[in-house]
């Protein structure tokens, strides 16, 4: 039997036993074969507090169906350390530190055959950065010579200078209690060097990576006497001595002595590939944020730079989340206080799955298909979404749809904020701060007629794909009534 025969027997099934249509599962069609050793998703647990065990082995069981073997978990901030009590009150309401439950779905990923590594950032983000609360001193400097400002997503704080000992110790006492203590069970750690500032005090400026690398060698070389075969997950800013630009500041890599034990992880907006070190790596992974916004065309892009990069791993980003945020955001007064919605799925119950929405379940198609064979043509990729998504009689004009709605739900979406259409409130905002000009207004105008048009036109589905397309145009159309639609009436 054929791939696509595959397909359509089983897409078929799925689709006479109810009203939704899953992600076929990867037992009922030969999965395709991965170019990438190492395929799987960085997810930030910490910053989707309303999850808990159930929803988080669906979207292991999502991953694992989907052809991946390995998951970023970043951890700090979201379990209840006794050492540093400090590091997660900020994170009272999230499920795991009510109730911890991630060495239950660490269990979980392994019958699922994946991997799960521990993602924290050495001196800084979530829970880290809460430590000056307790001790200001530790804060890092910035580039005029004073402490640093408050910064964050979801959990603001103060990254802290790594040349200060007490900063060095604590480091080490905080992820050997994760990794060590809370969950001994997980596979490695991911070591996300700082991606916005570095400290310019005296001691660091251009000497910065060398404190920051004395821990990460040392937590390292920990790791791997306890578990030899551990995966770490390092950046390359500690062996380039490549010059970095971050959100805020400019910085340059050092020359430190390469272990081959090291896995190297590359980005777009602050690691670029080294093919040098990749050659020396146990293993080099490509990540990005093709995902999070919904851009197949970029997905593809990105799976042929891993590829041509000699990277063995393809883990892109796959973010949503669903903290309350503290402070404006990005730029955004309108969240503060408010619950985010992962994705903007506002038609999913909170605390509910989002990754088997169909929005999510046709960029898990594009991943699954795209890392192997990111030359796969268009054509033959549309049809395959076709088919996965709509069933064995899916079309053109569904997908053509479902690209649309794609589109729509990214318009003005930030790491903070949601899609503009799926929020009036936040429009509202917009507009009664003069942030909504005519154009933006039309553009808007026009994709609610489109949404409307579009749940009017799958009205009669009864089943799979095409009843989603509805219930996701219908659910936007609500939004909108006609008092709140004038809102997009040219001023």
């Not at 010059?243 to 390469?258: H, N």
């Not at 907006?269 to 995902?291: F, K, Q, T």
Request: some cysteine; proline content about 8%.
């Amino acid at each position: 039997m054929t791939r696509r025969q595959w397909i359509a027997t089983a897409t078929a099934a799925t689709a006479a036993a109810g009203p939704s249509l899953p992600w076929i599962p990867a037992t009922e069609i030969p999965p395709p074969t991965p170019v990438f050793t190492h395929r799987g998703y960085y997810i930030c647990f910490m910053r989707l507090p309303t999850f808990g065990l159930r929803v988080w082995n669906q979207m292991l069981d999502a991953a694992a169906e989907d052809g991946a073997n390995t998951i970023i978990l970043w951890m700090a901030g979201a379990f209840r350390s006794k050492k540093f009590p400090i590091t997660w009150q900020w994170a009272k309401d999230h499920e795991n530190v009510k109730a911890d439950f991630t060495n239950s779905l660490i269990a979980h990923a392994h019958t699922r055959g994946i991997q799960v590594l521990l993602g924290f950032t050495p001196f800084g983000y979530d829970g880290v950065n809460q430590l000056p609360l307790e001790k200001p001193a530790l804060k890092a400097t910035g580039a005029d010579g004073q402490p640093v400002q408050e910064f964050g997503i979801g959990c603001w704080g103060w990254n802290l200078c790594p040349a200060q000992e007490e900063s060095q110790r604590f480091m080490r006492e905080y992820i050997r209690e994760m990794a060590f203590e809370f969950y001994p069970d997980a596979d490695g750690l991911f070591i996300e060097s700082s991606d916005y500032a570095i400290c310019h005090c005296a001691q660091c400026g251009p000497k910065f990576f060398d404190h920051e690398f004395a821990f990460v060698r040392d937590i390292s070389n920990e790791v791997w006497a306890r578990k030899p075969d551990a995966t770490v997950v390092v950046y390359p800013h500690y062996f380039s001595g490549a010059k970095l630009r971050f959100s805020f500041s400019e910085a340059t890599a050092s020359k430190q002595p390469f272990d081959p034990r090291w896995t190297l992880f590359f980005t777009p907006h602050s690691a670029a590939l080294e093919p040098a070190l990749i050659a020396r790596a146990r293993g080099a992974w490509w990540s990005d944020d093709a995902l999070p916004r919904f851009d197949i065309a970029a997905l593809r892009a990105n799976a042929r730079r891993a590829r041509d990069g000699k990277c063995t791993g393809y883990i892109p980003s796959f973010e949503s989340f669903s903290y309350i945020a503290p402070k404006p955001e990005f730029g955004e007064p309108w969240v503060v206080g408010r619950r985010q919605i992962p994705f903007g799925f506002g038609w999913v119950p909170a605390g509910e799955n989002p990754y088997n929405e169909l929005p999510a379940r046709a960029l898990r198609a594009a991943y699954r298909e795209l890392t192997a064979n990111p030359d796969l043509p268009d054509a033959e990729l549309h049809t395959r979404l076709t088919r996965t998504l709509f069933g064995p009689d899916g079309n053109q004009t569904q997908l053509d749809d479902l690209f649309d709605l794609l589109r729509i739900l990214t318009t003005d979406r930030t790491w903070s904020a949601p899609g503009a259409l799926t929020a009036p409130s936040l429009v509202q905002n917009r507009a009664a701060s003069n942030r909504l000009d005519n154009k933006k207004r039309a553009l808007l105008r026009d994709q609610l007629t489109r949404v409307r048009a579009m749940a009017d036109r799958y009205r009669p589905a009864t089943t799979g794909g095409a009843k989603d397309l509805h219930r996701i145009a219908q659910w936007l159309t609500d939004q909108w009534p006609p008092e709140t639609a004038a809102l997009l009436t040219d001023r």
